[in-house]
């Protein structure tokens, strides 16, 4: 059984920095990409970074140079660097794994991100 355990998350000051990080236990057959999406009261759930098992990365226009997502060697293990923390990024943030075939995507619970200003 898949489980995805985020962690990193809270209560920080625009300006400020956050990592979250999110371990996959269980086994996902054929991975291409793992991520994040966050959830703004009120709004739909976004993409906001991506990253393939080829190592190429896909960011939300509006994090673009603020945010930047890794993943282990063994793809066990995906993180978001997150720096210049802004209060719209204020938002419940889900990781992601996404297996190719046949197309299925495992989402953590999420865990809470608050920008103060």
């Known amino acids: 059984q898949v489980q995805l355990a985020e962690s990193g998350g809270g209560l920080v000051q625009a300006g400020g920095s956050l990592r979250l990080s999110c371990v996959r236990s269980?086994?996902?057959?054929?991975?291409?990409?793992m991520g994040w999406y966050r959830q703004a009261p009120g709004k739909t759930r976004e993409m906001v970074a991506m990253?393939?098992?080829?190592?190429?990365?896909m960011y939300a226009d509006s994090v673009k140079g603020r945010f930047s997502v890794s993943r282990d060697i063994r793809d066990t293990t995906v993180s978001l660097q997150m720096t210049d923390l802004k209060p719209e990024d204020t938002a419940v943030y889900y990781c992601?794994?996404?297996?190719?075939?046949?197309?299925?995507?495992?989402w953590g619970q999420g865990t809470q991100v608050t920008v103060s200003s």
């Open positions: 269980g086994t996902i057959p054929g991975i291409v990409a």
């Open positions: 992601k794994f996404r297996r190719g075939w046949p197309s299925h995507d495992y």
């Open positions: 990253i393939t098992i080829n190592g190429s990365t």
